[in-house]
């Protein structure tokens, strides 16, 4: 292959990754709605594939596997509907009730602070550059809490699709698993043959990074969101399950998680004592500290091979785009995109 032919190659894969990606952030909500319950389809399917794999070596037949695993969370949801859920609800709906009064404890807490400053010995120019800058995270702190409460109504308002997009994903799920070999002979035999193993293996690299994330990163929240719930429970802390749900949920984006989890429960501990405000975040910290040192080396490792500089750029880069979603789902895409690109440039290097 000639330097020039190189170079127009190199140029017309960055414009039209480019264009891909403005096209998808430009209709970005539309695109989300229709592949909302294939995402979750992918998602079930890796959850469930080893126990299928399991199964399937019981010689059990993959369908069979299926619905007999999806009959078997069936009861696990109606298990934790009855018993673990009712307290989760009460402690939701006592949350809501009181977070006025919590907004309203704050609010004082903060007027006393200002009272303090105005007070003090300081010259009028730190005190006016201390008040700008409050004044400037309060804000930004109001539009971020505004924003984030106006996608919880949305997200319960569209509870009813949700619920309709995962039973529409479970069934996507079934065919992914009991028709695997079908989808990919299908996709290779409009491959030219020359191409096939290059794709071949690259799409195990891709598989082995969804599913160490998936799988990895959910087991890793629950694990988590479990061992945070009893110590704030142990601490007294109030609304533990909604707290330890937080926590785990968000312990799935890398580095920032565990400090976007424990802000809540640390704040809501903070109003009852200074005390346990600091019980609270020690709690957060051993929990992370077993999470770095013993779950996720033995649940994920290796995880996705990308450099923790890499991550952050990647979580910062999905949050500032796609908010939430996009700080959780940044890595797994960033891991592909490298992937893809690597054997890109090997296969334009090697002229084929």
């Known amino acids: 292959m000639t330097q020039k032919r190189k170079i127009f190659v190199y140029v017309s894969l960055t414009v039209l990754a480019a264009a891909i990606l403005l096209f998808i952030y430009i209709y970005r909500k539309k695109i989300g709605k229709i592949i909302s319950p294939f995402l979750m389809a992918v998602i079930i399917a890796y959850l469930i594939n080893p126990a299928v794999a399991r199964l399937e ?13 999806y009959l078997a969370f069936t009861m696990i949801l109606a298990v934790t509907i009855v018993f ?38 300081w010259s009028a120019d730190i005190k006016n550059a201390i008040f700008t800058g409050i004044e400037n995270e309060a804000a930004a702190i109001q539009t971020y809490v505004r924003e984030f409460l106006q996608k919880a109504v949305e997200v319960l308002i569209g509870t009813a699709s949700i619920f309709v997009d995962l039973l529409l994903a479970m069934v996507i799920a079934y065919y992914f698993i009991k028709d695997a070999n079908f989808f990919r002979d299908t996709f290779l035999s409009l491959i030219p043959g020359k191409w096939r193993n290059g794709l071949i293996a690259t799409g195990r690299e891709i598989n082995e990074v969804i599913s160490n994330f998936i799988q990895g990163q959910l087991l890793t929240a629950l694990i988590i969101g479990v061992l945070e719930t009893l110590g704030l429970l142990v601490l007294n802390v109030k609304y533990s399950f909604v707290l330890g749900l937080i926590g785990g949920i968000a312990n799935i984006i890398p580095y920032f998680g565990p400090f976007i989890g424990a802000i809540p429960a640390v704040g809501l501990a903070l109003l009852d004592s200074p005390m346990k405000a600091v019980w ?46 996009g700080m959780i789902f940044a890595v797994p895409f960033t891991a592909i995109l490298k992937i893809v690109l690597k054997r890109l440039v090997n296969s334009i290097a090697a002229g084929t």
């Open 57 to 69: 070596k019981r010689k059990i037949k993959k369908r069979t596997a299926v619905i007999f695993i």
């Open 280 to 325: 609270t975040a020690l709690l957060f910290i051993v929990v992370q500290q077993i999470d770095n040192n013993f779950i996720s080396p033995k649940i994920i490792e290796g995880r996705v091979g990308l450099h923790p500089v890499t991550t952050i750029i990647a979580v910062l880069a999905g949050g500032q785009f796609f908010g939430i979603l």
């Open 84 to 121: 673990i859920a009712p307290e989760f609800v009460n402690n939701a709906k006592e949350l809501a009730n009181t977070l006025p009064e919590i907004v309203s404890d704050y609010q004082k807490i903060f007027s006393r602070f200002i009272s303090s400053i105005q007070s003090s010995a």
